[in-house]
């Protein structure tokens, strides 16, 4: 088949967001059982909240073995806004769930200081093929029957904050795709079913019910690439989550940025013209990028919208980012202008 592409104006960019992307709510907020409100075992459990919200910003192998990160685990109480305990018990002895709000802005200063990468609250959704296999029978997850792994699932993607999308899955649907073709080891067919929910990575799984545990495989399909991984016998819990944590080391490499405490740029970005681009919504987009600190619009020039951008980093590192995404093309730079450039948005 033959590919056309043409070149839309950068608006377009707003669409591809709100469909394959969304903003994850309350990412600096975590909910842990508290043994009781004793103010030992709530320190207990806010640094317990606090290792659980920087493994879902922070960009690394064994980052809570960081050396500024252990600094900052040391020192939980320090980055701590408000916390609150819930009406109700656990039903375990005195324990209770509290909910801490953790200081968003005191921990990404801290962090931008240590040049550790942060992923924001802008996150791409994944969709998950998941066979669950149990006394030797193989059928795709369902909800509605099977509300103890719908719980784990809800948790781990809550934990991770990793936005999953499930297939509609419906009789067309599943006439043409089979369990066999998720579980293959050749992917043509299940990305071709895929593309129709326009996301940037699939997760394929299978969950076996092993009676006293669980086991699972996983392949993810994202970038272009393959990656694999197992979970070995563990609670339904463990094993659900190690499945998102997968996806979370694979994206967060991508998408996270790598702060830098010294360099500030500036870059002039015009934008091609057209009758229905609504300035607002276009500041509101380039202020959601992780490394832009303000945006402002200038003028309208030959055609072009032209916005004054300052970010943090490179601009090597801002251009990957905005090509990231978006597939942003840039069209040219400034032989005047330094840092000044123009981009478009290629579609296939």
């Given at each position: 088949?033959?590919?056309?592409?043409r070149v839309l104006i950068v608006f377009f960019i707003l669409i591809s967001q709100i469909s394959y992307a969304e903003e994850v709510k309350r990412l600096y907020e975590t909910e842990v059982i508290v043994n009781s409100e004793r103010k030992?075992?709530?320190?207990?459990?806010?640094?317990?909240?606090?290792?659980?919200?920087?493994?879902?910003?922070?960009?690394?192998?064994?980052?809570?073995?960081?050396?500024?990160?252990?600094?900052?685990?040391?020192?939980?109480?320090?980055?701590?806004?408000?916390?609150?305990?819930?009406?109700?018990?656990?039903?375990?002895?005195?324990?209770?769930?509290?909910?801490?709000?953790?200081?968003?802005?005191?921990?990404?200063?801290?962090?931008?200081?240590?040049?550790?990468?942060?992923?924001?609250?802008?996150?791409?959704?994944?969709?998950?093929?998941?066979?669950?296999?149990?006394?030797?029978?193989?059928?795709?997850?369902?909800?509605?029957?099977?509300?103890?792994?719908?719980?784990?699932?809800?948790?781990?993607?809550?934990?991770?904050?990793?936005?999953?999308?499930?297939?509609?899955?419906?009789?067309?649907?599943?006439?043409?795709?089979?369990?066999?073709?998720?579980?293959?080891?050749?992917?043509?067919?299940?990305?071709?079913?895929?593309?129709?929910?326009?996301?940037?990575?699939?997760?394929?799984?299978?969950?076996?019910?092993?009676?006293?545990?669980?086991?699972?495989?996983?392949?993810?399909?994202?970038?272009?690439?393959?990656?694999?991984?197992?979970?070995?016998?563990?609670?339904?819990?463990?094993?659900?989550?190690?499945?998102?944590?997968?996806?979370?080391?694979?994206?967060?490499?991508?998408?996270?940025?790598?702060?830098?405490?010294?360099?500030?740029?500036?870059?002039?970005?015009?934008?091609?013209?057209?009758?229905?681009?609504?300035?607002?919504?276009?500041?509101?987009?380039?202020?959601?990028?992780?490394?832009?600190?303000?945006?402002?619009?200038?003028?309208?020039?030959?055609?072009?919208?032209?916005?004054?951008?300052?970010?943090?980093?490179?601009?090597?590192?801002?251009?990957?980012?905005?090509?990231?995404?978006?597939?942003?093309?840039?069209?040219?730079?400034?032989?005047?202008?330094?840092?000044?450039?123009?981009?478009k948005l290629l579609i296939n």
């Amino acid at each position: 088949m033959k590919v056309h592409k043409r070149v839309l104006i950068v608006f377009f960019i707003l669409i591809s967001q709100i469909s394959y992307a969304e903003e994850v709510k309350r990412l600096y907020e975590t909910e842990v059982i508290v043994n009781s409100e004793r103010k030992q075992d709530r320190a207990i459990a806010t640094k317990n909240g606090l290792s659980i919200l920087l493994t879902r910003i922070l960009v690394g192998k064994d980052i809570l073995q960081n050396k500024i990160v252990k600094n900052v685990l040391a020192n939980t109480q320090y980055y701590v806004s408000e916390y609150q305990y819930s009406l109700g018990g656990t039903g375990f002895s005195n324990s209770r769930i509290m909910r801490v709000l953790f200081d968003e802005k005191l921990l990404v200063d801290t962090f931008r200081t240590a040049k550790i990468g942060l992923w924001n609250e802008i996150r791409p959704r994944t969709l998950l093929w998941l066979v669950v296999e149990s006394d030797n029978k193989q059928q795709f997850f369902d909800s509605t029957l099977m509300p103890e792994l719908d719980l784990a699932l809800t948790k781990a993607s809550n934990k991770k904050k990793l936005p999953i999308l499930f297939p509609i899955q419906d009789l067309n649907e599943n006439r043409k795709l089979s369990i066999s073709d998720v579980l293959s080891a050749y992917s043509d067919h299940l990305l071709e079913r895929s593309a129709r929910y326009d996301v940037v990575s699939t997760l394929a799984g299978k969950m076996v019910n092993k009676g006293e545990c669980w086991e699972a495989e996983w392949t993810l399909y994202f970038n272009s690439k393959i990656k694999q991984w197992s979970s070995q016998c563990g609670l339904i819990n463990e094993i659900a989550l190690d499945g998102f944590q997968g996806v979370y080391n694979r994206l967060s490499k991508y998408y996270a940025v790598t702060p830098d405490a010294i360099e500030i740029n500036s870059i002039v970005l015009k934008i091609g013209d057209n009758n229905s681009i609504n300035k607002e919504k276009i500041t509101n987009y380039l202020e959601s990028l992780p490394m832009v600190k303000t945006v402002t619009w200038l003028n309208k020039e030959l055609g072009y919208e032209k916005y004054r951008i300052f970010f943090q980093g490179s601009r090597m590192s801002f251009n990957n980012y905005l090509k990231k995404d978006y597939f942003l093309r840039a069209e040219e730079h400034s032989k005047q202008l330094e840092n000044e450039m123009r981009y478009k948005l290629l579609i296939n």
